[in-house]
C-alpha cells in the first residue's frame, strides 16, 4: 500500500525546532560559532518566525521598531549590542561568553 499522504514541509519542521528555546539556542550558537555575521542574522530572523510570529510581533515584544529591525538585521546592517540582546530577550536567551575548546595563546606571558 502506497502512502499518498504529503509529508510535513522543511518549513514547518524546522519552525517546530526553532520554536523550542533550547534548540533555537544551539541553532544560533552553531551559525555565530562560524564566525559569519550574516549567517547569525538569517538565523535571528528564522528564529524570530519560529518563536513570535515574525518581525512584526519581535519589534512589539522589544520595543524596537519593524524598521529597526529590518535594517539592524539586513545584509548591510550592524546590529547593536543592545538590540541583540532585546531579540534574544524575546527569545528568552542571552548573550554568553565561554572559553575556546582548542588552545588559545597565553595573554599573561612574558
Keep these: 500500500m502506497v502512502n499518498n499522504q504529503a ?4 518549513d514547518e519542521t524546522s ?3 526553532l520554536s523550542d ?3 533555537a539556542a544551539l541553532y544560533l550558537e552553531e ?18 518566525d519560529a518563536q513570535v510570529g515574525g518581525m512584526t510581533k519581535l519589534s512589539q515584544t522589544t520595543d524596537l521598531t519593524r524598521e529597526a529591525l529590518y535594517r539592524s538585521l539586513s545584509k548591510q546592517g550592524n546590529p547593536r549590542l543592545d538590540t541583540l540582546t532585546k531579540v ?3 527569545f528568552g536567551l542571552r548573550i554568553g561568553i565561554s572559553v575556546k575548546s582548542h588552545s588559545t595563546p597565553d595573554i599573561h606571558a612574558n
Design 21 to 23: 528555546p533550547e534548540c
Design 7 to 10: 509529508s510535513v514541509s522543511f
Design 88 to 90: 534574544l530577550d524575546a
Design 15 to 17: 519552525k517546530e525546532l
Design 31 to 48: 551559525c555565530l560559532e562560524d564566525g559569519d555575521i550574516e549567517l547569525f542574522k538569517l538565523a535571528l530572523k528564522h528564529v524570530a
